[in-house]
């Protein structure tokens, strides 16, 4: 792997649930380790714990190809609440300081949309764990069960739509596709948030 091109100021992250990825990636001048996992390899939270990167625990039910197949939850707030905070104290068990820690609820991983539209309702919930939130919810197919979009790339309006809801409600970084209109809305947002 190349050393990434540093030439902006903009922190650049790796996606990968892989040790050997994940280091090469961070050599490589990464200094965000997203592990759609939540750090559960022992390997990973080894690569965690000598790198100085923030570190994003994602909650996945399942594994990606099979995720969406027939996910179910007694209560979808109770577990996501708990996995991320057995993820997060056990990075905090070897030294790593609380704000280097993102916890992201993983929408659209494992999940249905009444379990992706509960976790958007209460998302100010997963702020009492104590530890920055990020979450991706652009041109995800919940949207498309709302808005009745099916092509991805035309789930900009719903997208645009929760962004601005997750920032209301303290959400600190949100994943989209769409950067520039992102940017746009939520200074919108911000801006009439701020007056009020």
């Known amino acids: 792997l190349r050393t990434l091109d540093r030439q902006t100021d903009i922190p650049l992250s790796i996606d990968t649930s892989k040790p050997d990825v994940a280091r090469a990636a961070l050599d490589a001048g990464a200094s965000i380790l997203n592990d759609v996992r939540g750090f559960t390899d022992p390997e990973m939270l080894e690569v965690a714990t000598g790198s100085p990167a923030r570190l994003v625990v994602m909650h996945m039910r399942g594994e990606p190809r099979t995720m969406q197949e027939t996910p179910s939850y007694p209560d979808v707030m109770t577990e996501v609440s708990a996995f991320l905070r057995e993820r997060a104290d056990a990075l905090m068990d070897r030294g790593i300081q609380a704000d280097r820690i993102f916890l992201d609820p993983g929408i659209g991983f494992g999940k249905r949309l009444e379990d992706n539209l509960r976790i958007l309702r209460e ?70 948030a701020g007056a009020a």
């Open 123 to 192: 998302i100010e919930s997963f702020r009492k764990l104590g530890h920055p939130l990020l979450v991706g919810p652009s041109r995800k197919s919940f949207l498309a069960g709302l808005a009745g979009e099916a092509r991805p790339e035309d789930r900009l309006p719903g997208g645009l739509a929760t962004v601005s809801w997750l920032a209301l409600r303290g959400v600190r970084v949100v994943r989209v596709h769409d950067v520039r209109e992102a940017v746009e809305a939520l200074r919108v947002i911000q801006a009439m």
